[in-house]
């Protein structure tokens, strides 16, 4: 491990024994937020099930893609990714393409990365792909697997998945009991590949990464661009201090927190899981019935109530469990409706249960929480943008109580409520949003990315529409017929095209605005809406887009 110590300390930090967590990583510097502190391709990765087909098995873009003719089972975004992967997949391929078909069906992605590390592993030891200080087999190897931990049906499952993966790869020598321990390492050590706005792609092995200890106040956050995983500090981390970050939801009880965490093999001890009882109650707990006071009810075994720890008043512990057993009955009726694919019935649904928790409930609770957020996808799904942002604009301050200020969730709901209000013409109310956004997933993000470039333009666009509004400026000059006509456009319309104006994107001898100024009427307003918001020009706005020895050439991607 001397090799990876001399690597990181380029990067200054350093591996440390910490009492009772085993390794972790310092840092041997300051670092701010927004410095990236490491970043690492993954060892093996695969996508999920449900994005298999739409990401690339090698940089997890989500593009066009062309499958391997070869074998069939892996999707390519184009021919540069396909040979970039090919030392691998020359192999992968092969061994897939000779599977039966009720085989291929066994083929979950947990055993397809551990197919790509194990041929990896292959490839390294021969010399056909290159070894570093901080991509080698040896890495993996020194990750703990926490096997004597395991319950006797984990373990079976593990090594019934090993012989699977003896199956595949008849050509390479496979130890049964080391590849058990591969699956039991891949349960406590693997991470959840994301894109830009948290939805999982896919898993990846990070061995570096993996050195990391959770908190669920952590100092860092953990984003993908692809496959590439990067840590980047949210706080200030002094020199000697323990880079950390979250495993799990953050957004939940300690008791919830800790059982998460449990598969992980890890007790978290900071000062949000020993301290804040009081948090839980809030987040869990019932609220005073007397509606002037912002108590909690707490349990009172002699008098068989619930007491607000606040003001004294009891509420009958009789009366809570009938109203959560209508609670558990409406939310059963409301998931079935959820499942069956009608949303205007869900939404109906949903919107008692939520009156009933209002009842039952803190407006802080994590429950009323997952019922609003449920009703702003519903919402968007019935393109009720309106709804939607009432929903997302309730969830701000309780995202704001339970993550940190720079954390990607809430930048994120800051970045939908954003596009909401600017598709419902709230411009000021969507720059503050974009504003908002930018503040926090310019942190957790890197200013770099084509995801933080698109929303600095959404935020540019708003800003120059929010200063038109308050100037009365004339920018050009049209005849009076053709300034009747301009004039008689919806509001957005004029708005734009004069911002056009103003950044340089505007085509004067365009025959569309001619005709439309001059032949005037016949022309519909969709044509105008789709003239102002195209060719790239990022006006238009697409909210429900919040809501991966020997070579030879690869074959045709199909």
Request: net charge neutral.
């Amino acid at each position: 491990m001397e090799a990876l110590r001399r690597a990181l300390s380029d990067r200054c930090l350093t591996v440390s024994w910490l009492p009772g967590k085993g390794r972790g990583l310092v840092a041997t510097r300051d670092f701010f937020p927004g410095d990236a502190i490491i970043n690492e391709d993954a060892y093996a990765s695969s996508p999920s099930k449900s994005s298999t087909g739409s990401v690339c098995d090698g940089c997890f873009a989500s593009a066009k893609l062309k499958k391997c003719s070869g074998c069939r089972m892996v999707w390519y975004c184009g021919s540069a990714c396909q040979k970039s992967e090919w030392k691998l997949h020359q192999l992968e391929c092969r061994a897939l393409a000779m599977l039966s078909d009720d085989r291929k069906k066994m083929l979950t992605p947990t055993i397809k990365l551990v197919v790509r590390l194990v041929l990896r592993r292959k490839l390294q030891n021969d010399w056909v792909i290159p070894t570093t200080e901080t991509d080698n087999y040896d890495l993996v190897d020194a990750l703990v697997s926490h096997m004597s931990s395991l319950e006797e049906k984990q373990l079976v499952l593990y090594a019934q998945m090993a012989n699977l993966v003896k199956v595949v790869l008849p050509f390479v020598e496979i130890d049964l009991k080391e590849m058990t321990e591969i699956f039991s390492k891949l349960s406590c050590n693997a991470h959840t590949i994301c894109d830009s706005e948290l939805r999982p792609l896919g898993t990846g092995l990070y061995p570096v990464i993996s050195i990391i200890n959770h908190s669920c106040v952590p100092n860092s956050v953990l984003v993908f661009e692809g496959q590439n995983a990067f840590v980047r500090a949210v706080e200030r981390i002094h020199k000697g201090e323990e880079v950390v970050i979250s495993y799990i939801e953050t957004a939940a009880t300690s008791k919830t927190r800790q059982n998460d965490l449990r598969q992980y093999f890890f007790t978290c001890s900071c000062l949000r899981c020993s301290q804040d009882l009081k948090e839980d109650a809030i987040l869990e707990g019932f609220k005073c019935v007397d509606y002037t006071c912002d108590g909690f009810l707490l349990p009172c075994v002699e008098k068989k109530t619930f007491t607000c720890h606040r003001c004294g008043t009891d509420w009958d512990e009789h009366k809570i469990k009938n109203l959560i057993s209508e609670l558990e009955q409406m939310c059963s009726k409301a998931t079935a409706s959820l499942s069956a694919g009608n949303p205007s019935e869900t939404s109906l649904l949903y919107r008692n249960v939520e009156q009933l928790e209002l009842k039952l409930y803190h407006c802080d609770s994590i429950k009323l929480l997952r019922t609003r957020e449920t009703l702003l996808k519903i919402y968007m799904e019935l393109n009720d943008w309106r709804g939607a942002l009432r929903y997302c604009k309730l969830t701000i301050p309780v995202y704001r109580r339970l993550y940190q200020s720079i954390h990607p969730m809430l930048g994120l709901q800051h970045y939908t409520c954003g596009k909401l209000e600017w598709l419902l013409e709230e411009t000021e109310d969507a720059l503050k949003s974009f504003t908002e956004a930018v503040d926090i997933l310019g942190i957790t993000h890197g200013t770099s990315t084509p995801f933080i470039k698109e929303l600095i333009s959404r935020a540019d666009e708003a800003r120059a529409e929010v200063a038109y509004k308050q100037s009365n400026e004339d920018i050009f000059n049209l005849s009076p017929s053709a300034r009747e006509i301009f004039i008689s456009l919806p509001l957005r319309i004029r708005i734009r095209i004069r911002i056009r104006i103003l950044l340089g994107r505007f085509d004067w001898n365009s025959h569309f605005f001619w005709e439309l100024l001059n032949g005037g009427s016949h022309w519909r307003i969709e044509n105008a809406v789709a003239f102002v918001g195209s060719n790239g020009s990022g006006l238009g706005v697409n909210p429900t887009r919040h809501l991966t020895p020997r070579v030879v050439a690869p074959g045709p991607l199909v």
